[in-house]
């Protein structure tokens, strides 16, 4: 056997193809994951058991299945309800609404690091709610979200690749594809595995930039708490 | 001492759901005065400082800033609450050092004291750093300027929280147990400071348990028990011929070594 990654030539398209659906996918999960993490975040806020109730059982059962059930279950459940929608429409959406569990618990775990303290100097010094939240509230939370948020949002790209057991056709079913047409299985996945590191290589540098530009965050506020390390670990999220 | 108070507290009632924290509280003070504000744990100092920055609303009283009503106003017999607007524009006059500083982590230290007097009394960029820059050489912080809160001392984090209260230029500053946080060694170090800016002739009021402090800076002391100040008097007076029994069993339990000084 002969290590041959010229027999992929002709499948270029196909790994393009694959690697713009993986990409959309992405990018939508993750703004459609984050939006909807930003709402249970602030709803488990709400000093009121019914909501906290709410969101940390969605938070539990999201978190405590694997992703590949949550896929199977959302894309063979949905027509039991009647509701037929392209698989990559299902996938995408079962994608961000896994991602939502984590991503609101980042949330949460930022606004709830943050000292009271904080809001009432900048309010003694006789800035307005709206400055103090503008100068002082805002940019502590926003740059404590970016360590977190880069893990989750690697692991959530690298999840992608379950949607191909729905005939999603995305860079993992492309190779699988490729290696079915070829016999040729590790040139196959040799170029999928590059191309995945290259996407999240990407991803990881533009996280990393935009918390150099947000200025770095202290030890003292981020990463001690054992529930945000939970979630800056990958070891404790659940297999697939 | 100029004929208006610099701060002017009458009546002040504060209750959280039932308890009442301040029960009547009473206070002037005058220009360039010193005021030690002691007394046991839970007595309401720090309540009564959340109050006179209207971080808490009193619940009955007035608090008159410079002649000027604070946070509520009365007209004849009818009581109006001031607009937030009212208020956040008379805050700066009232500079408060926060037991835990409430340093901005986010901002270096100089951007700490710059940043509230660009936002609040809108001065211009260049102006409010030399503002901070001789405010800071004056704390001694010049070398510390560009290094953010968590990399200084809790001695430089002090200074700096002081140094961004000053730079509102206000009448009166409030200190919440401005060594109550420090190491040991740094507590002298803190109290010099204090001491220093009372020679400036700043008005200030301390809640401190720093009994020397109390005795040899402030010009008063006034001491607090269950939400009342119960004696209020020039500072060696309090401290050797107290008129109420719990004042002088207070000091007794806080003065170290020398149970029978007095």
């Known amino acids: ?240 | 001492m100029s004929a208006t108070p610099v701060l002017s507290v009458a009546g002040l009632v504060k209750r959280f759901r039932g308890v009442t924290a301040l029960d009547g509280v009473y206070l002037d003070v005058g220009k360039g005065e010193v005021v030690a504000l002691i007394g046991p744990s839970g007595c309401g100092k720090s309540t009564l400082l959340r109050c006179l920055t209207w971080l808490e609303q009193p619940d009955d009283g007035f608090i008159t800033i410079e002649g000027k009503a604070f946070g509520r106003e009365r007209t004849g017999a009818v009581v109006t609450p001031q607009r937030r607007r009212q208020v956040d524009l008379m805050r700066p006059r009232i500079g408060l050092v926060f037991q835990q500083l409430n340093l901005w982590p986010h901002l270096t230290a100089i951007e700490n004291v710059i940043r509230p007097q660009l936002v609040v009394l809108r001065r211009s960029r260049a102006e409010a750093t030399e503002r901070a820059r001789a405010l800071m050489a004056n704390l001694g912080l010049s070398d510390r300027s560009e290094r953010y809160p968590h990399s200084l001392s809790g001695g430089q984090r002090q200074r700096v929280a002081i140094a961004r209260a000053l730079a509102m230029d206000p009448a009166l500053m409030l200190f919440d147990e401005p060594t109550s946080a420090l190491d040991p060694e740094l507590v002298g170090e803190v109290l010099a400071l204090l001491r220093q800016l009372a020679a400036t002739g700043m008005t200030m009021v301390v809640v401190t348990h720093e009994i020397a402090f109390a005795a040899n800076v402030a010009d008063r002391i006034a001491f607090m028990d269950q939400g009342r100040i119960i004696e209020d008097g020039p500072a060696a007076k309090v401290m050797t011929r107290p008129s109420d029994p719990r004042v002088a069993r207070f000091l007794d339990l806080i003065t170290p070594g020398s149970p029978g000084h007095r």
């Open chain 1, 1 to 240: 056997m002969v290590f041959d990654p010229s027999i992929l030539i002709p499948y270029l398209p196909l790994l393009a193809a694959g690697t713009w659906l993986t990409v959309k996918i992405s990018v939508m999960a993750f703004f459609l994951g984050y939006a909807v993490g930003i709402v249970l975040a602030l709803v488990a806020l709400i000093p009121h058991w019914v909501p906290r109730l709410v969101v940390s059982v969605y938070v539990a059962i999201l978190r405590g299945i694997p992703f590949i059930i949550v896929v199977f279950l959302v894309y063979y459940g949905l027509p039991f309800a009647g509701v037929r929608l392209p698989a990559y429409v299902t996938g995408t959406v079962a994608l961000g609404l896994f991602a939502s569990a984590y991503y609101a618990e980042i949330v949460r775990a930022a606004i709830v690091a943050l000292s009271p303290g904080q809001f009432e100097s900048a309010r003694a010094v006789g800035m307005s709610p709206l400055q103090a939240m503008r100068h002082v509230i805002a940019p502590q939370i926003l740059r404590a979200l970016v360590p977190p948020s880069t893990n989750m949002t690697l692991t959530m790209i690298k999840e992608s690749s379950v949607l191909s057991s729905i005939t999603v056709a995305d860079l993992t079913y492309q190779s699988l594809v490729i290696q079915g047409n070829t016999f040729a299985p590790f040139e196959s996945f040799a170029a999928v595995t590059l191309i995945y590191w290259a996407m999240t290589a990407i991803v990881a540098w533009a996280f990393a930039r935009s918390e150099r530009r947000l200025g770095r965050i202290e030890a003292e506020n981020v990463g001690r708490s054992a529930l945000v390390a939970s979630f800056l670990s990958f070891d404790r999220r659940p297999a697939s």
